[in-house]
C-alpha cells in the first residue's frame, strides 16, 4: 500500500536553514503537505504543493518535489525557536491522507 | 480561516468505560469529518470517514463496534471508545474539509 516516509530527528542551529525531507509512493496524489504539530497540539497545516509544480515559495518555507524520485522537502530559512514541533508529510486526496512518522525538528540557540 | 474544536482536550478513565469524544466545525458546514489516531512519537493513521446522516466508514482494521462514530449534525461527530482498555489510549484527532483538511486541536485518552 502507500507509504511515506521521513527521517526522525532534526537538529539545526538558530538562525540556519532547515531541511526536512520525505519520500512517498503513491505517485496518484494531486497535492502533497506538509503539516506543523507543537507539543500536544493538533495539526496546522503550513504548506502544499500541486503535484504538477517542482517548487513553491512562501515566506521562510521552500518546498522542493521531484516526482521522479518521489522526494518532497521542506526547507525553513533563518530557522527560529518557534519553528520547534514535529513537521510531517502527507499525500492523499480529499480527507483522507497518509502521514509520514514525522521529524521532530529542534532549534538550538 | 476555518475552526475545528474538539472536546475534550484530556480524559482519563478507568479500564471498561466508555467514553465520547466531539468534534466541532465552528464556522463551516461538514458533511464529512475525519477520525485519526496517533501514538506517542508515531504518525496519525486515519481511523474513519465520518458521514452526516449516514454510516461512518471505517479503514481496515480498525473496530467499528469499538469505535463508535455519529455524524447526527453538520457541524458535529462524534466518536465512542466503547469498553475502553490501556492499549486504547492514544491522542485522537479529527479534521474536516472547508477547501483545505483543518485539524482540531487533538484529545488525549489514558485508559487507566
Known amino acids: 500500500g502507500e507509504d511515506v516516509e521521513q527521517s526522525l530527528f532534526l537538529s539545526v542551529r538558530e538562525g540556519d536553514s532547515s531541511v526536512i525531507n520525505c519520500t512517498y509512493t503513491d505517485s496518484s496524489s494531486t497535492y502533497l503537505y506538509w503539516y506543523k504539530q507543537e507539543p500536544g497540539a493538533g495539526l496546522q497545516l503550513l504548506t502544499y504543493?500541486?503535484?504538477?509544480?517542482d517548487m513553491k515559495q512562501d515566506q521562510r518555507l521552500t518546498v522542493l518535489l521531484n516526482k521522479k524520485d518521489k522526494h518532497l522537502s521542506l526547507r525553513i530559512a533563518d530557522t527560529q525557536t518557534g519553528d520547534s514541533a514535529i513537521y510531517f508529510c502527507a499525500e492523499g486526496e480529499g480527507g483522507k491522507l497518509i502521514f509520514g512518522q514525522g521529524t521532530e525538528l529542534s532549534v538550538k540557540p | 480561516g476555518a475552526v475545528v474544536s474538539q472536546h475534550p482536550s484530556r480524559v482519563i478513565c478507568k479500564s471498561g468505560t466508555s467514553v465520547k469524544i466531539e468534534c466541532r466545525s465552528l464556522d463551516f458546514q461538514a458533511t464529512t469529518m475525519f477520525w485519526y489516531r496517533q501514538f506517542p512519537k508515531q504518525s496519525l493513521m486515519l481511523m474513519a470517514t465520518?458521514?452526516?446522516?449516514?454510516?461512518?466508514?471505517?479503514e481496515q482494521g480498525v473496530e467499528k463496534d469499538k469505535f463508535l462514530i455519529n455524524h447526527a449534525s453538520l457541524t458535529l461527530s462524534t466518536l465512542t471508545v466503547t469498553s475502553a482498555h490501556p492499549e486504547d489510549s492514544s491522542f485522537y484527532i479529527c479534521?474536516?474539509?472547508?477547501?483545505?483538511?483543518?485539524f482540531g486541536e487533538g484529545s488525549r485518552l489514558t485508559v487507566l
Open positions: 479534521s474536516a474539509k472547508a477547501g483545505e483538511l483543518f
Open positions: 504543493i500541486f503535484s504538477n509544480m
Open positions: 465520518s458521514n452526516e446522516g449516514s454510516k461512518a466508514t471505517y
